[in-house]
């Protein structure tokens, strides 16, 4: 079975850090990407950080840059989102989800109907 179980959430005071995981198994790691998600309540989910597990390319929303820093470790089949200078707008619900990587991407990287798999998700709240 497929599963992607993400972790680490939590709370923290503006400025703080946290370290999300996404831990996959059931599809082979190295020809998906990785890519983190987020959503508040009552508001669309949006895009945060992808990774491609061959070839280790990261991606970034401009909101998140200089901030969070995506990873990989391919024994453990797990992907990280290491979260530092917190803001209270990064408060949400975080999603990782996997989408089939092959060299290539023949849409934006952030597209979500392309991310075929997906975890529930972990809370991070960041209090003012």
């Known amino acids: 079975d497929v599963q992607l179980q993400a972790s680490g959430g939590g709370w923290v005071h503006t400025g703080g850090s946290l370290r999300l995981s996404c831990k996959v198994s059931g599809f082979s790691f190295d020809d998906y990407a990785i890519g983190w998600f987020r959503q508040v309540p009552g508001k669309e989910r949006e895009a945060v950080s992808s990774i491609t597990n061959n070839d280790g390319s990261t991606f970034y929303v401009d909101s998140v840059k200089g901030r969070f820093t995506i990873s990989s470790d391919s024994a453990k089949r797990t992907v990280y989102l290491e979260m530092d200078n917190l803001k209270p707008e990064d408060t949400a619900v975080y999603f990782c989800?996997?989408?089939?990587?092959?060299?290539?991407?023949?849409?934006?990287?952030?597209?979500?109907?392309?991310?075929?798999?997906w975890g529930q998700g972990t809370l991070v709240t960041v209090s003012s």
């Open positions: 989800a996997a989408r089939p990587y092959y060299g290539v991407f023949y849409s934006d990287v952030f597209t979500q109907t392309e991310y075929i798999y």
